[in-house]
């Protein structure tokens, strides 16, 4: 433990400062300043950073992020947000701070405060997708996927509380999975760059890693999550089906040593907790039907929980089969959802002429780009189950988008190869 002086003078007190650390002292500003552990420790705290910076760098440092910091806010905003301040105010009340506290501890003040941008309670806007005049039904579509730049749509919800609790945990490594065109794979690399942590994806299809790089100029999704400092681990098809078997995540644990393993899809119970914030109470209120897209039915499984009981979720699955069904209720006991297959376009990720002009003609008329494998999809079923009396006059519908745009480049690609119509708002996303 470093020794200091602890001293008082009244010259703090009219100046309405509480105390001060000038190594190798900690000045407070009276006598009674001194009995006062919480601020005796917040200054020893700050005595440990400048001892650290070799002191004369601390004071520089402190003073430049100060000075940038008042560019755009107030005085007292610009001081509490030098790093060194962050780290004193958040552990000033633990008393043994000092003891357990590793060298450079302030840096990872810098994670704290983008986790904080990058989770902070987000709300969505509500667009009109549709009007149905002769019906009067009123069906809207909820841009999740407007949330983050980078990390978008659901996948800011269901990374939330995992990535929130591997930071708590001390984990500085994710594993996570994925197909060749996940928009988890994306995002999971997105969002770990921006809190600091590695990330390695372990993606399906063993040939994608023989070379490497002409894999990355065809797939823009892997090459985001590589540019975003994500490794990438190819397994074979066979090995993939085993990646929630133990024998499996304990042999990536040997390779690539301690880290915290989120799911497919990013879906468990820390993920279907984020998704439940999705809902407004608005939404909760204004709403008689709630319809999502799902993939491993993470989202869908949040929505449903977080529903009003006069609500009822459609979940359309982005494959074919009902198996969906068994995943969504081993997050949620409630029973107000219907789930349909992906029974229309062909499977996952395939689609028809059919689907390409209705999400092209949709974004002419309302300005809203909607993906090929999940919400594209969504939005057709529904117009097609509303042309079809599914409905009764006056319902109002709640759609969510969420995200998966960073994929239309690939898919307009290969669309392109066979000879097909794209997207045609590659560029507006």
């Not at 993920?271 to 993939?295: P, T």
């Not at 002429?353 to 529904?382: H, Q, V």
């Amino acid at each position: 433990m470093s020794r200091f002086f602890l001293v008082s003078t009244s010259i703090l007190g009219k100046l309405g400062i509480a105390g001060i650390c000038l190594y190798p002292f900690v000045i407070v500003s009276n006598e009674s300043h001194k009995e006062d552990m919480r601020l005796v420790n917040h200054e020893r705290i700050h005595l440990r950073q400048q001892i650290e910076l070799l002191i004369l760098p601390f004071y520089i440092w402190y003073l430049i992020e100060y000075v940038i910091g008042r560019f755009t806010m107030s005085h007292d905003q610009a001081y509490r947000n030098i790093v060194f301040e962050r780290e004193a105010y958040a552990r000033e009340s633990d008393l043994d701070y000092l003891k357990k506290r590793s060298l450079w501890q302030f840096l990872n003040f810098y994670r704290d405060s983008s986790k904080h941008e990058l989770f902070k309670e987000a709300t969505s806007i509500t667009q009109s997708f549709k009007t149905f005049p002769d019906k009067e039904i009123i069906l809207d579509i909820k841009r999740e996927d407007q949330l983050h730049p980078t990390v978008s749509g659901n996948k800011v919800r269901k990374l939330k509380y995992n990535l929130d609790h591997a930071l708590n945990s001390g984990f500085e490594q994710i594993i996570t999975f994925g197909g060749a065109y996940s928009n988890h794979i994306a995002a999971t690399a997105a969002a770990c760059d921006i809190l600091g942590l590695r990330s390695v994806g372990v993606i399906r299809g063993e040939e994608l890693g023989a070379d490497l790089q002409k894999t990355l100029s065809n797939n823009i999704t892997l090459k985001t999550a590589v540019d975003n400092g994500m490794e990438l681990a190819f397994v074979t098809r066979e090995e993939y089906k085993m990646k929630d078997q133990p024998s499996f995540i304990s042999h990536l644990l040997e390779k690539y040593g301690s880290s915290f393993i989120i799911p497919e899809g990013g879906t468990n119970e820390l993920a279907v907790k984020g998704s439940a914030e999705i809902l407004s109470q608005q939404d909760q209120q204004n709403y008689e039907f709630i319809c999502v897209a799902a993939g491993t039915g993470g989202t869908a499984a949040g929505i449903i929980e977080s529903s009003h009981s006069n609500q009822h979720v459609f979940v359309f699955s982005a494959l074919k089969g009902d198996f969906l069904k068994n995943e969504i209720e081993k997050y949620t006991d409630r029973k107000n959802f219907t789930l349909f297959s992906e029974d229309t376009f062909g499977g996952y990720a395939k689609s028809t002429d059919e689907l390409i002009n209705y999400m092209n003609a949709r974004f002419r008329e309302s300005g809203i780009p909607l993906d090929p494998i999940y919400t594209g999809k969504m939005m057709y079923r529904i117009e097609q189950m509303i042309a079809s009396g599914y409905f009764t006059d006056k319902t109002r519908i709640l759609a969510i988008h969420t995200g998966g745009l960073q994929g239309i480049p690939g898919f307009n690609r290969r669309l392109k190869k066979k000879g097909r119509l794209p997207l045609q708002y590659e560029d507006h996303i």
